[in-house]
């Protein structure tokens, strides 16, 4: 990690209140369902920010969610969560993800697919990790924000974007050039916010999974297997999947589950 980008990290102002309140909640073993939900009525705007992410059509719900209670119902009080501190902390940074070559929106885009993959790929059989995985999905490459800003601040756009174009492979590209890349900054970022440590190292270990204690191992891999089956730009391709698939096999995943919700996200 380059001194300048652990001085962004550094700098970062404190998460607000209602982030603290709903990380107090999912934490506590003695919290309801009703917990959550008063937590989340109290702020109008990231109730409407949750609704919306809700009534994506990469979920694939028929009928408009249009209350809090009744997202939480659906999606469980981890995938919830993931809604809301996705929408808190992306708040916290000014995006310019120009040296990737992607704007706002598609960096957006990207979040929510990945998020929605994951989702429609565990919410049956692997229900328990989404608690994990949902912010993890929705946060992951939030690292590209401060290492954009570094290329930016040392004018190196043009080596970054050289270094994509020859490596094609964006985490190699951003170690060449700024010595670090997006799991261990976003890992960093969610450190310094006092994240649960399993939270942190499914980030941090997502590809490399293999280096993982045992108890983060599993949801590393799924989320390494997403971000590959999503790539930078959001968009799903047949290349993507295969390499996507490869991964589910080399790690003994649900294959008939993948491909399920690899449709949804297509």
């Known amino acids: 990690m380059t001194d300048e980008i652990l001085k962004k990290i ?9 982030a603290m309140q709903i990380e107090a909640i999912y934490q506590d073993p003695d919290s309801s369902f009703n917990d959550m939900v008063k937590v989340l009525e109290k ?13 994506s059509p990469l979920y694939g719900f028929s009928r408009e969610i249009n209350a809090i209670s009744q997202a939480v119902g659906l999606f469980g009080m981890g995938t919830i969560r993931g809604f809301a501190l996705a929408s808190i902390v992306k708040k916290s940074f000014a995006l310019d993800l120009s040296p990737y070559g992607i704007t706002n929106d598609m960096f957006s885009a990207l979040s929510k697919k990945q998020h929605a993959l994951v989702t429609s790929w565990c919410i049956r059989k692997e229900n328990k990790l989404l608690g994990v995985l949902s912010p993890a999905a929705f946060l992951v490459e939030i690292g590209k924000v401060l290492i954009a800003q570094q290329i930016i601040a040392t004018g190196k756009q043009n080596a970054f974007r050289d270094a994509l174009k020859d490596l094609q492979d964006v985490e190699e590209a951003e ?3 700024v ?3 997006t799991p261990e900054v976003s890992a960093s970022v969610f450190e310094h916010w006092k994240f649960e440590e399993g939270l942190v190292n499914v980030i941090r270990h997502c590809e490399n999974p293999n280096n993982a204690n045992d108890d983060v191992k599993k949801p590393a891999q799924i989320l390494h ?3 590959v089956a999503v790539p930078i730009n959001g968009v799903v391709t047949d290349q993507s ?9 080399q790690y003994g995943l649900d294959m008939e589950s ?3 919700a690899i449709e949804n996200v297509k």
């Open 10 to 18: 550094k700098q970062l102002p404190p998460l607000p209140e209602s």
């Open 258 to 260: 993948f491909d399920k």
């Open 43 to 55: 702020d109008p705007l990231l109730t409407a920010d949750i609704l919306k992410a809700a009534n």
């Open 179 to 181: 010595n670090v890349d």
């Open 241 to 249: 999947i295969a390499q996507a698939k490869e991964l589910v096999t």
């Open 175 to 177: 170690k060449l050039v």
């Open 225 to 227: 297997v997403v971000r």
